[in-house]
């Protein structure tokens, strides 16, 4: 069976959830990747905001170390160094997702309407179709 393609909320700090949708963070750093092939990350902007403020389709994965992610993303990935390797500071291994095209949404989704309960994901909340659908035509 072919595997299909699929969605998933990342909780990003509002700092850099904003950056992502302004266009100038163009890598998203990860400890952890999905599991599924996926095409879409739906950007939940975490506390305060607590909102999901748009998506974007995934370009490229990379696996590597967190020296060479820092390397050859530095410049793309929209956060300070010193803060890149407090995040990285206990792995040997890191993930860069390459943000390609982003929708904003005009204005936050509040994801209460459409979780019964919505906790917000340490690392991703894969979404079922259905749901990513209604998400992105609530706005």
Do not use: H
């Amino acid at each position: 069976m072919k595997d299909t393609l699929t969605s998933v909320i990342l909780s990003i700090k509002p700092i850099y959830a904003q950056a992502i949708m302004a266009g100038t963070k163009k890598v998203e750093f990860r400890k952890k990747i999905f599991k599924k092939p996926v095409d879409k990350v739906f950007v939940y902007s975490s506390s305060p905001e607590k909102k999901i403020i748009g998506y974007f389709t995934i370009g490229k994965v990379e696996e590597d170390s967190p020296e060479r992610l820092w390397k050859k993303f530095k410049d793309v990935g929209g956060i300070k160094k010193k803060d890149f390797f407090e995040y990285y500071k206990n792995s040997d291994t890191g993930f860069s997702i390459g943000v390609e095209t982003f929708k904003k949404f005009n204005e936050g989704v509040d994801p209460t309407d459409f979780f019964e309960k919505f906790c917000a994901p340490q690392s991703y909340l894969y979404l079922e179709e259905k749901t990513a659908t209604n998400i992105v035509y609530s706005k």
